[in-house]
C-alpha cells in the first residue's frame, strides 16, 4: 500500500495500523437470511449466529490493528421487515449490549452508537448512552455500531443543523465548509472508512456512509455474515493493502 497523495481532509491510509491494515473498515453485514434458508432455518437464526460472527471479528479486528471498525447492524429502512424480526432483531441488539459491554470494556473498545435516536425506545436509547458513556475513555480499538442508520437522512440532519445556524445568524454561509458538514454528521470524529466490506454478494451501499465513503476502497465478498471468520477478514485485509489508493493523484512510482 502506499500513500501518494496527503491532501488536506483526506484520510491517511494504515496511520495507526501497521500501513497495509486499514485504519477503518466498515462493514455491511449482510446474508443473514439467506444462509438460514439454505438450511431450511428461520431468518432469525441467521441473525443469531451472525451475532457469533460480530463476536469473532471484533477480536480479530482489535488483534489486526485496526482503530476503527464500523458495523452496519440495523437500516433506517430495515423497519419495513416484518415486525416479528424487527423484534427479534432488536432483543439480539438488547442482549447483545448486556453480555458483551462489560468484555468490550475490559478489552479496552471505546463503543460509539451511530444513526438517528429519534423514536427509539427509551431502554434502547439509555443502553446506548451507558455504553458511549462507559466506553469514552478507553484507548484501544473503536467499535461503532450503526442502528437506526441511514445516510441521506443523516445528511438531511446536517444540513437542517447548519441552516438553524445560519438562520440565528451563528454562521456565515461562506464559511461552510467540508468540515462543518464533518462535523454535524452522525461519525464526528470518525475518520472516514479505509476500506468498505460487504458480505452476501450484493453490491451497493444500501444508504451506508454515503459521504464518508468518497475515497474508501470497497471489497464485496460472496461469503454469506454467518460464514464469515477471522481468515475471511485477514484476506479482505490482504486485498486491501494491493490497492493503489491515488485520491486523484498519480501512482507513487509515476509520480517520480
Ligand atoms: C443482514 O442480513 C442483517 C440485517 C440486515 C439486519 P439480512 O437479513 O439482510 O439477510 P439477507 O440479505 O436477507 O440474506
Ligand atoms: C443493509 O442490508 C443493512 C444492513 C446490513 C444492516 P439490507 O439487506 O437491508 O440491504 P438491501 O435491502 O439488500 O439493500
Ligand atoms: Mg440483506
Redesign the pocket.
Known amino acids: 500500500m502506499t500513500v501518494t497523495a496527503k491532501l488536506s481532509g483526506l484520510p491517511i491510509a494504515g496511520q495507526g495500523g501497521d500501513g497495509d491494515v486499514p485504519r477503518h473498515i466498515a462493514i ?10 439454505a438450511r431450511g432455518l428461520p ?1 432469525t437464526e ?2 443469531r449466529r ?1 451475532v457469533d460472527v460480530v463476536r469473532r471479528i471484533v477480536g480479530r479486528a482489535a488483534e489486526r490493528g485496526v482503530s476503527f471498525l464500523t458495523l ?4 433506517s429502512e ?1 423497519w419495513s ?1 416484518p415486525a416479528s ?1 424487527v423484534s427479534y ?1 432488536l432483543g439480539l441488539l438488547r442482549r447483545f449490549v448486556q453480555k458483551d459491554l462489560q468484555t468490550l470494556h475490559e478489552r479496552g473498545i471505546r463503543v460509539r452508537i451511530i444513526g438517528s435516536r429519534e423514536n427509539l425506545a427509551a431502554d434502547i436509547l439509555a443502553m446506548f448512552e451507558d455504553a458511549e458513556e462507559r466506553t469514552r475513555d478507553n484507548t484501544g480499538m473503536t467499535l461503532v455500531v450503526a442502528f437506526n442508520y441511514g445516510a441521506r437522512c443523516e445528511i438531511v440532519e446536517a444540513a437542517q443543523s447548519i441552516a438553524r445556524d445560519v438562520a440565528a445568524g451563528r454562521l456565515d454561509p461562506a464559511q461552510i465548509t467540508e468540515t462543518t458538514v464533518d462535523d454535524r454528521l452522525y461519525t464526528s470524529g470518525i475518520p472516514n472508512p479505509d476500506l468498505i466490506l460487504r458480505t ?1 454478494g ?1 453490491q451497493r451501499l444500501s444508504n451506508f456512509l454515503l459521504w464518508q465513503a468518497a475515497y474508501s476502497e470497497f471489497l464485496f465478498v460472496p461469503d ?2 454467518p460464514d464469515f471468520d477471522e481468515a475471511a477478514l485477514d484476506r479482505a485485509i490482504g486485498e486491501y493493502a494491493k490497492r493503489d489508493r491515488r485520491f486523484g493523484g498519480v501512482a507513487s512510482q509515476a509520480a517520480q
Open positions: 455491511i453485514m449482510d446474508g443473514n437470511g439467506r444462509w438460514a434458508r431468518r441467521g441473525h451472525g452496519y447492524s440495523f437500516s430495515n421487515r424480526e432483531l452476501s450484493e454469506l455474515w
